[in-house]
Structures are given as C-alpha cells and as structure tokens.
C-alpha cells in the first residue's frame, strides 16, 4: 500500500502523520486494500526500491492524524 505523497524516508512519513492525515492508497486492481484496520505502507513509490516499510493504522482510507507509524 501506498501514500498520497512519495516519501523518501520513514521519519517524512512519521512527520507528516503528525502534522495531518495522509491518504493511502493500493495501486492496480486489488481485493487487499485496507480501509479500515491495520496495513503496511512502502515507500518510496515504485519504480524506486523501497527503502521503508511501516505499520499504520488506516481509518477510511487515511491514516489519521498523530497515529503511531512503526
């Protein structure tokens, strides 16, 4: 899964989480999209090699503002 904005690095994503919510997202055609839970997000977007993985938690299709990203 990924975000709305391509962050570089955990801690952008971790400050960005903080200032506001950030909509995730599941590119291609896929029944595994959260909306609702726990979910993984990867960063940066592909074609990049990911360099992150992080534990969110996802409310309609954002992860909310100040959530614990790990």
Known sequence: MYTDRNFRTKKD???????????VYQPGVSSSEVRDGMGSVEGPHFPEPHRFYARVTVKSGVIPKGSKVS
């Open 13 to 23: 994503l971790k400050a960005a989480v903080l200032a506001g919510d950030v909509s």
